[in-house]
Protein backbone atom coordinates (compact mmCIF):
# COMPACT_ATOMS: atom_id res chain seq x y z
CA UNK A 1 0.00 0.00 0.00
CA UNK A 2 1.27 3.34 -1.27
CA UNK A 3 0.55 6.30 1.22
CA UNK A 4 0.62 9.64 0.01
CA UNK A 5 0.76 13.26 1.98
CA UNK A 6 -0.77 16.09 0.12
CA UNK A 7 0.15 19.56 1.23
CA UNK A 8 -0.25 23.49 -0.69
CA UNK A 9 -3.19 24.58 -1.57
CA UNK A 10 -5.90 27.53 -0.48
CA UNK A 11 -7.04 30.39 -1.94
CA UNK A 12 -5.62 33.02 -4.58
CA UNK A 13 -6.46 35.72 -6.83
CA UNK A 14 -6.69 35.40 -10.38
CA UNK A 15 -3.26 35.80 -12.12
CA UNK A 16 -1.20 34.30 -9.20
CA UNK A 17 0.49 30.73 -8.50
CA UNK A 18 0.35 28.29 -6.02
CA UNK A 19 2.65 25.07 -5.57
CA UNK A 20 1.43 21.54 -4.54
CA UNK A 21 3.91 18.81 -2.85
CA UNK A 22 3.09 15.33 -2.60
CA UNK A 23 5.19 12.99 -0.63
CA UNK A 24 4.58 8.99 -1.28
CA UNK A 25 6.00 6.09 0.67
CA UNK A 26 7.81 4.76 -2.11
CA UNK A 27 9.02 5.04 -5.24
CA UNK A 28 6.47 5.27 -8.13
CA UNK A 29 4.82 7.14 -10.80
CA UNK A 30 2.95 10.15 -9.40
CA UNK A 31 0.27 12.92 -11.19
CA UNK A 32 -2.15 15.33 -9.99
CA UNK A 33 -5.78 15.22 -11.09
CA UNK A 34 -8.24 18.07 -10.37
CA UNK A 35 -11.97 17.54 -9.31
CA UNK A 36 -14.66 20.53 -9.50
CA UNK A 37 -18.26 20.65 -8.14
CA UNK A 38 -20.75 18.51 -10.56
CA UNK A 39 -17.51 17.81 -12.50
CA UNK A 40 -15.84 14.68 -13.67
CA UNK A 41 -11.82 13.76 -12.51
CA UNK A 42 -9.93 15.64 -15.13
CA UNK A 43 -6.24 14.92 -15.44
CA UNK A 44 -3.43 17.49 -14.67
CA UNK A 45 -0.13 16.38 -14.37
CA UNK A 46 1.90 13.48 -14.02
CA UNK A 47 6.11 12.80 -13.89
CA UNK A 48 7.01 8.96 -14.48
CA UNK A 49 8.91 7.00 -11.75
CA UNK A 50 12.34 7.03 -14.02
CA UNK A 51 12.38 11.05 -13.62
CA UNK A 52 12.43 11.26 -17.51
CA UNK A 53 8.84 11.46 -18.48
CA UNK A 54 6.46 14.08 -18.36
CA UNK A 55 2.75 14.50 -19.24
CA UNK A 56 0.29 17.53 -19.01
CA UNK A 57 -3.27 17.73 -19.52
CA UNK A 58 -3.92 20.16 -22.30
CA UNK A 59 -6.20 22.86 -20.02
CA UNK A 60 -2.71 23.45 -18.12
CA UNK A 61 -0.16 23.13 -20.37
CA UNK A 62 2.32 25.98 -20.84
CA UNK A 63 0.89 27.60 -17.16
CA UNK A 64 1.39 24.20 -14.50
CA UNK A 65 5.16 22.43 -13.97
CA UNK A 66 5.60 19.44 -12.44
CA UNK A 67 8.41 18.39 -10.83
CA UNK A 68 9.78 16.04 -8.98
CA UNK A 69 12.82 14.88 -6.09
CA UNK A 70 13.48 11.52 -6.57
CA UNK A 71 15.37 11.43 -2.92
CA UNK A 72 12.42 12.17 -1.27
CA UNK A 73 9.92 10.50 -3.13
CA UNK A 74 7.96 14.20 -3.48
CA UNK A 75 6.35 15.40 -6.54
CA UNK A 76 6.13 18.95 -6.53
CA UNK A 77 3.03 21.28 -8.93
CA UNK A 78 3.78 24.89 -9.44
CA UNK A 79 0.83 26.25 -11.11
CA UNK A 80 1.16 30.35 -12.49
CA UNK A 81 -1.57 32.23 -14.23
CA UNK A 82 -4.15 30.66 -12.17
CA UNK A 83 -7.50 31.13 -13.29
CA UNK A 84 -11.32 31.05 -11.65
CA UNK A 85 -11.91 27.68 -13.72
CA UNK A 86 -8.44 26.02 -12.11
CA UNK A 87 -10.65 25.86 -8.72
CA UNK A 88 -10.77 22.51 -7.66
CA UNK A 89 -9.99 19.44 -5.03
CA UNK A 90 -6.83 18.43 -5.94
CA UNK A 91 -5.71 14.74 -5.84
CA UNK A 92 -2.31 13.06 -5.76
CA UNK A 93 -2.08 9.63 -7.40
CA UNK A 94 0.73 7.37 -7.81
CA UNK A 95 1.18 3.97 -9.84
CA UNK A 96 3.69 1.27 -10.42
CA UNK A 97 3.83 1.55 -13.88
CA UNK A 98 6.73 3.64 -15.68
CA UNK A 99 4.40 5.74 -17.62
CA UNK A 100 3.26 9.22 -17.37
CA UNK A 101 -0.35 8.01 -17.69
CA UNK A 102 -3.24 10.31 -17.74
CA UNK A 103 -5.52 7.94 -17.33
CA UNK A 104 -7.55 7.86 -13.93
CA UNK A 105 -7.93 4.31 -13.86
CA UNK A 106 -4.42 3.32 -14.24
CA UNK A 107 -3.78 5.07 -10.69
CA UNK A 108 -4.49 3.02 -7.92
CA UNK A 109 -3.34 5.36 -4.65
CA UNK A 110 -4.82 8.59 -4.13
CA UNK A 111 -3.93 11.19 -1.46
CA UNK A 112 -7.21 13.53 0.30
CA UNK A 113 -7.00 15.50 -1.83
CA UNK A 114 -6.31 19.72 -0.99
CA UNK A 115 -8.99 22.49 -2.18
CA UNK A 116 -7.11 24.94 -4.80
CA UNK A 117 -9.69 28.16 -5.16
CA UNK A 118 -8.67 31.11 -7.66
CA UNK A 119 -10.75 34.30 -7.10
CA UNK A 120 -11.73 36.48 -9.99
Known amino acids: QVQLVESGGGLVQAGGSLRLSCTAS????MGWFRQAPGKEREFVAA????????NYGDSVKGRFTISRDNAKNTVFLQMNSLKPEDTAVYYC?????????????????WGQGTQVTVSS
Open 26 to 29: ERTT
Open 93 to 109: AARRGMMASGRTDDYNY
Open 47 to 54: FGRSGSLE
